[in-house]
T-cell receptor, first 109, second 116 residues
């Protein structure tokens, strides 16, 4: 079966750095996505990786290792507004998005 | 600005009634749209894939007679929850790729359905 694992919840301090990991086993791979979702809202796109390596976009970076079936989302200079759920999703061989359960990130002052 | 618009953003209905949710692509044509359901503290669960001009494809366990999907035009898909019950209360979200197999999925704002 297809599976995406990420931690259920993480806590970090305002101004610090946090890394959210995601491992996946899917039938085929056509890219990995990270989305941010605030409670009661739809997900918003953060990043996309299809090749190995690090993609940097402002305070957020995403890393991919296809051979290891592994990705992480790195958030720097954390702000209170970064408190949200972060969803990892993989497009499989049919270009269908397979979603992880999400990681709830709690930012403390 | 939003590229996928979903309406209504919230609705409360009585048990046994039907509710229609609309999903529109605003500046592009979407031959495919996806409908998701999300229960509190859980991830998105794909319910069905809406295909313009043909029948929707439902995921296992989703009742096609209860969740009616119509994709009559290239910019509009609708989800109708028929004979709603309290257990259907959930957050329903649609998404559409700008192109088939595009990198990014654009999401509607979501619809919070409460059945009383």
């Amino acid at each position: 079966g297809q599976n995406i694992d990420q931690p259920t919840e993480m806590t970090a301090t305002e101004g610090a750095i946090v890394q959210i990991n995601c491992t996946y086993q899917t039938s085929g791979f056509n890219g990995l996505f990270w989305y941010q979702q605030h409670a009661g809202e739809a997900p918003t796109f953060l990043s996309y990786n299809v090749l190995d390596g690090l993609e940097e976009k402002g305070r957020f970076s995403s890393f991919l290792s296809r051979s290891k079936g592994y990705s992480y989302l790195l958030l720097k200079e954390l702000q209170m507004k970064d408190s949200a759920s972060y969803l990892c999703a993989v497009k499989d061989s049919n270009y269908q998005l397979i979603w992880g359960a999400g990681t709830k990130l709690i930012i403390k002052p | 600005g939003a590229v996928v618009s979903q309406h209504p953003s919230w609705v409360i209905c009585k048990s046994g009634t039907s509710v229609k949710i609309e999903c529109r692509s605003l500046d592009f044509q979407a031959t495919t749209m996806f409908w998701y359901r999300q229960f509190p503290k859980q991830s998105l669960m794909l319910m069905a894939t809406s295909n313009e001009g043909s029948k929707a494809t439902y995921e296992q366990g989703v009742e096609k007679d209860k969740f009616l999907i119509n994709h009559a035009s290239l910019t509009l898909s609708t989800l109708t929850v028929t004979s709603a019950h309290p257990e259907d209360s959930s957050f329903y979200i649609c998404s559409a790729p700008r192109e088939a197999q595009n990198t990014e999925a654009f999401f509607g704002q979501g619809t919070r359905l409460t059945v009383v």
